[in-house]
């Protein structure tokens, strides 16, 4: 088998390939698993493929769209030694077609891992084997959608539908409009309070007569005279062609169907964590993120694996947090390779 990896990322989010830019600058000569673009949760470019225009990543002042921004991401990445894993084996930027783009390259997923020994194994697609010394987890976390073909269609084309208020909610689309949330926890009551700057007014469709969110948020809700509550209603379905128009509601209770027009819908049910890989050999939380064993940095309970992005934040979940905590893992693991002596 060949001479063990320095350092092997997964995932190729903002965390994966920021971490890579620092790993290669550091002359760890880093090998990132990016993903599969199809049949798997690791999408290669993470949640920002799904992402039309982002706002508010520093130095970008006309914006960019999710896609092109982590196709910058990666280049960057490659320019330094980055190299990555496909399902021809491992390819750098000279061995790579061109400006290879994220979605359509054949990247390689990781299936499984064994960090029960050093060095750490890395299984990815077809049994393909990879030993590292390091390895830096930054596989993220999906949101959860409801899982109508229309609500689907009209996020992936920036219909108006999006699963971050905090990413989309002050884009043009939106201003002055009417909007929803979907959920009734923590997250669905902040996103409809941040909504109520920009639109005229926020609906948020709840399934139950209660809400999950804090007293606090629930207190937040209730009081925001832009906000009103649709108790014991679920969607069924997303209208409109090519921008949402509206939506179709259900009670959940009596049964009855009823629409609402709408100019935007902000799904806020939950996030799922890319962890089911690992297979419980890393401390979670119980909601499946990663625990970091020191809340400051990238360390978890297994010396020499580190995580980074919303793989392991369920707080922030920004590209810029992200990628800051891709920086904190190079650095971290950086400084574990050489504290073993591993250079
Ligand atoms: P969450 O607490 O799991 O709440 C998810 C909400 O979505 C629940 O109200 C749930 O309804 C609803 N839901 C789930 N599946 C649904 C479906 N298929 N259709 C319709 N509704 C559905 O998730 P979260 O709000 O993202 O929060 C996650 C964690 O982050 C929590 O621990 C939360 O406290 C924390 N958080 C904290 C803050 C803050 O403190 N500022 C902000 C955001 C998040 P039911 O209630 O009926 O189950």
């Known amino acids: 088998m060949a001479e063990a990896e320095k350092v092997v990322i997964v995932g190729s989010g903002p965390a994966g390939w920021t971490a890579a830019i620092y790993a290669a600058r550091a002359n760890l000569d880093p090998l990132v698993f990016p993903g599969k673009a199809a049949g798997s949760d690791l999408l290669p470019g993470g949640q920002l493929m799904l992402t039309t225009d982002v706002e508010n990543y520093p130095g970008f002042p006309d914006g960019v769209t999710g896609p092109d921004m982590m196709q910058l991401f990666m280049r960057q990445a490659l320019r330094y030694g980055t190299r990555?894993?496909?399902t021809n084996g491992v390819k750098s930027k000279e061995e790579l077609s061109g400006d290879t783009p994220?979605?359509?390259a054949s990247f390689q997923n990781v299936e499984s891992v064994d960090l029960g020994q050093q060095p750490f194994r890395v299984?990815?697609?077809a049994g393909f084997e990879i030993m590292a010394h390091a390895v830096i987890i930054a596989t993220g976390a999906k949101a959860n959608w409801i899982g109508l073909e229309n609500e689907q269609r009209l996020a992936q084309s920036g219909g108006g539908v999006s699963a971050?208020?905090?990413?989309?909610g002050a884009l043009p689309l939106f201003r002055d409009k009417e909007l929803a949330v979907v959920?009734?926890?923590?997250?669905a009551v902040e996103e409809a309070t941040y909504l109520t700057k920009f639109a005229s007014k926020v609906y948020l469709i709840h399934r139950r007569d209660q809400l999950r969110a804090s007293k606090i948020m629930q207190d937040r809700a209730l009081n925001n005279k832009k906000i009103e509550i649709l108790w014991n209603k679920s969607v069924v379905d997303v209208l409109g062609d090519d921008v949402i128009s509206g939506v179709r509601l259900k009670d959940t209770v009596s049964g009855d169907e009823s629409e609402l027009s709408l100019g935007g819908l902000f799904v806020a049910i939950g996030h799922t964590p890319i962890t089911g890989f690992l297979k419980?050999?890393?401390d979670l939380d119980d909601a499946g993120y990663i625990k970091l064993a020191d809340t400051y940095r990238s360390t978890t309970n297994v010396d020499g694996v580190f995580a980074a992005g919303d793989v392991s934040d369920h707080v922030y979940r920004q590209a810029i947090t992200a990628a800051?905590?891709?920086c904190k893992a190079a650095i971290d693991a950086e400084r574990w390779l050489a504290e073993k002596g591993i250079d």
């Open 84 to 86: 990555v894993v496909t």
């Open 102 to 104: 994220l979605w359509s």
């Open 123 to 125: 299984v990815g697609d």
């Open 164 to 168: 971050c208020a905090v990413c989309d």
């Open 183 to 187: 959920g009734g926890g923590d997250s």
């Open 280 to 282: 419980g050999q890393l």
């Open 324 to 326: 800051g905590m891709g």
